[in-house]
Structure formats: C-alpha cells, structure tokens
C-alpha cells in the first residue's frame, strides 16, 4: 500500500509556495528564495549568503550558520505530499586538518521533525559539494489531508578549523560563484482517500 503511494502521478493544476518567515545567521532577510518545479515534482531553495567560517580573521561566531524557513505549501485539493529526497550542493575551501558540516531536517507543523541527516567533508578540499538525503518508503512523513500545516526546513553548516594552520580561513556554503546552486526537494505524491 505505501509503496504505491509514492507512485501515484504529481497533482495536474499548479503548486505554489509561499515563504513565511526565514529565521537564522545563515539566511538574512532578502537571501534565501523558493520556487516549485513546472510539472510538480520538486521546489527548490536558493541561498544568496549562506557561509560558515573559521580560522584566519574569522569571528567566533561563523562558524556555525543555520537558517529555519517556513513555507506555505498550497497544493490541488484531493493530493498531499511528502518529501522523498533532498540535493543539498554548495561549495567548500577546507585547508588540511580542518572540516565542514552539512545538517538538514524538515517537518510539516505540528508533526516530529525528521532526523537530522549530517554529512562531512574533511580538508583539504576546494570543490563544489553534493549530497543527496533520501527517506525510505515507509518512513515518508505525509501532510496530513486536508489539513492547511506549514512545512519547515531546517539547515546548518559548521566548520570545525581542526588542526589546520589558525591563520587560514577554512569556509563551507550553500552558495557559488555563479549563483546556479540549490538545494532541491523532491515530492512524493499521494492521493488522498
């Protein structure tokens, strides 16, 4: 039965997100925006100035950054959703001895909150990252039906400076030079009875 859910085709009309409120060092008024994909499958977030640092003249407190968006999710009546994966790209420069993290978690109001899933990268390395977070079929946190409930994304990254040189900044971001990075959310459809 949950496996066919995940299966059934994406709702035909068109979904719409709304950013509610966006709190967090990592995405200040103005730096974080959302879009949903044309045939229903995804949305994606794009951070403009989301970087934590440490080392070199870095300040004690850019080394860890999160941010927690809200979002309105408005789909057609009779579907809901769940997120069955997540793309989280970005770059880091981390120098030898040093590492980064990325942690993700999500929610729909007023229901438990996923796991965090963490990923690190270790130094030396100056590259663009990619990891991608999938949830089992029988794990997927549904929307309620029926039910108007704010869907939450939480994000953090950290640099741990390790025992790379104290004069050398080290950094992991959301963000890349061209501006082309996103994390991307990708739904699960499922009919509603």
């Not at 057609?76 to 997120?83: D, K, L, S, V």
């Not at 993700?104 to 270790?122: E, F, L, M």
């Amino acid at each position: 039965m949950a496996q066919a859910a995940v299966n059934d085709p994406p709702p035909p009309g068109r979904i719409t997100l709304d950013v509610l409120t966006v709190n967090g060092s990592g995405c200040k008024a103005g730096t974080a925006a959302v879009a949903s994909a044309a045939d229903n499958t995804a949305f994606t977030v794009t951070y403009s100035d989301y970087l934590a640092q440490a080392g070199g003249k870095s300040n004690p407190t850019d080394l860890r950054k999160n941010c927690q968006l809200s979002l309105a999710v408005h789909i057609p009546q009779g579907f809901t959703y769940a997120i069955a994966s997540a793309d989280y790209r970005g770059y880091a420069n981390l120098a030898d001895g040093a590492s980064g993290l990325e942690r993700a978690s999500y929610y729909h109001q007023g229901q438990a909150q996923t796991t965090p899933v963490s990923h690190t990268i270790k130094g030396k390395y100056a590259d663009n990252w990619q990891f991608t977070d999938s949830t089992p079929v029988g794990a997927l946190v549904w929307k309620p039906c029926g039910e108007d409930r704010n869907f939450n994304i939480n994000t953090e990254l950290r640099v741990d400076k390790g025992t790379s040189d104290p004069n050398t900044t080290s950094f992991i971001s959301f963000d890349s030079a061209d501006g082309g990075v996103k994390t991307i959310y990708h739904f699960a459809w499922k009919k509603c009875p």
